[in-house]
């Protein structure tokens, strides 16, 4: 763990591990996390994709980021489940900004168990940056894009449509 430029924990942290992914994150599944089988419920992992997120924002200094009348809301989510966890497993929760467009942008997640870093699941979700008053796409600032670029690097895909 380690403290933020705000003073805050941050559960997340830069690596090199699982390449093209430049960020991941930390969770353990708690009891409330699993299902009768005792494995997590697979609705638990879009909260684990959340929370990477968030530390993803917080660590590009991003979470204030003053997009005006507007948020970004979830567009599509797609989930692969590969293997099961259980009850106490460390997770580490990969995220990248995969792809950005003019109004949307998709994270890409992949979610290993630490202790023998087997592939968990996969997924992609698309946000959209939305007017709220009007419920329309506007456009994402070119300065909240030029971070995550720099960021990202060449894996990133910036596309002007949508």
Partial sequence: MSRGYDGCVNLGRPTDRKPPFKFSSLTRVGFSDTDAQGIVYYGRYLPYFDDAR?????????????????????????????APAGFDDLLEVFVRTKRIGRSSMTNEYATYRVDDDVLMCTAEQTMVLVELAERRPTPIPKSYKSVIAEFEGADLELAGAR
Avoid: I, Q
């Avoid at 917080?58 to 567009?75: K, Q, W, Y």
């Fill in 54 to 82: 968030v530390e993803y924002h917080r660590h590009l200094e991003l979470l204030a980021f003053d997009h005006g009348p507007s948020e970004f809301v979830m567009r599509a989510s797609h989930v692969l489940y590969e």
